[in-house]
């Protein structure tokens, strides 16, 4: 099995910087894939970006030139540093991540989601 604990949410002013991080444990053998994805009420959750085990980045549109995805292959962890947040970045923020048991088998987890609030 695999736990995700993600930290670094909070309430932020418009304008201002946030830093994410996921730690993976457990039985993993590799992180093929590692992510976050947001949910903000009403709405659907969409991916916000992930990153290969390669380090190749992926951003969605609205956060392009302000988030930078990074990941810690040693450590299993995942970082999305957020600057110039906007209140529409307002949402729960998840962690996700693919990849392969020790035991050979795929799987894909999920973290509980930190909270990300932009407001004056």
């Known amino acids: 099995q695999v736990h995700l604990v993600e930290s670094g949410g909070g309430l932020v002013q418009p304008g201002g910087s946030l830093r994410l991080s996921c730690l993976a444990s457990?039985?993993?053998?590799?992180?093929?894939?590692m992510g976050w994805y947001r949910q903000a009420p009403g709405k659907q959750r969409e991916l916000v970006a992930d990153?290969?085990?390669?380090?190749?980045?992926n951003y969605a549109d609205s956060v392009k030139g302000r988030f930078t995805i990074s990941r810690d292959n040693a450590k299993n962890t995942v970082y999305l540093q957020m600057n110039s947040l906007k209140p529409e970045d307002t949402a729960l923020y998840f962690c996700?991540?693919?990849?392969?048991?020790?035991?050979?088998?795929?799987?894909?987890?999920w973290g509980q989601g930190t909270q990300v609030t932009v407001s004056s």
């Open positions: 990153i290969t085990s390669g380090g190749r980045p």
């Open positions: 996700n991540v693919y990849g392969v048991h020790t035991g050979g088998e795929y799987f894909h987890s």
């Open positions: 457990g039985s993993i053998f590799s992180l093929i894939n």
